[in-house]
Nanobody, 121 residues
């Protein structure tokens, strides 16, 4: 079993910043991809940013240049630094991690419970 626990969401004014964290724990041999999705009311879940082990990060066009994803492999934690926030960034943010629980097994995608980010105008 793998658990992803997110933190760092909240209410911020437009132009402000927030930093999200997501820590993975449980039966983990290695983690490949980690990233963030978001879902606004009435909209589909969309990819925000993703980083793979040893690879370059990728961002949605809407956040490129404003958001930065990073990870601490020793802590199995991924972060999302969000700057210059806009009201349209308001959503529930979900982290995910592709986890190999034991050597030689498949990778399985695990999701966090979500954290609300609200940007006021």
């Amino acid at each position: 079993q793998v658990q992803l626990v997110e933190s760092g969401g909240g209410l911020v004014q437009a132009g402000g910043s927030l930093r999200l964290s997501c820590a993975a724990s449980g039966t983990i041999f290695t983690i490949n991809t980690m990233g963030w999705y978001r879902q606004a009311p009435g909209k589909q879940r969309e990819l925000v940013a993703v980083t793979s082990s040893g690879g370059s990060p990728n961002y949605a066009d809407s956040v490129n240049g404003r958001f930065t994803i990073s990870r601490d492999n020793a802590k199995n934690t991924v972060y999302l630094q969000m700057n210059s926030l806009k009201p349209e960034d308001t959503a529930v943010y979900y982290c995910y991690a592709a986890v190999m629980p034991s050597r030689g097994t498949d990778f399985y995608t695990n999701w966090g419970q979500g954290t609300q980010v609200t940007v006021s105008s």
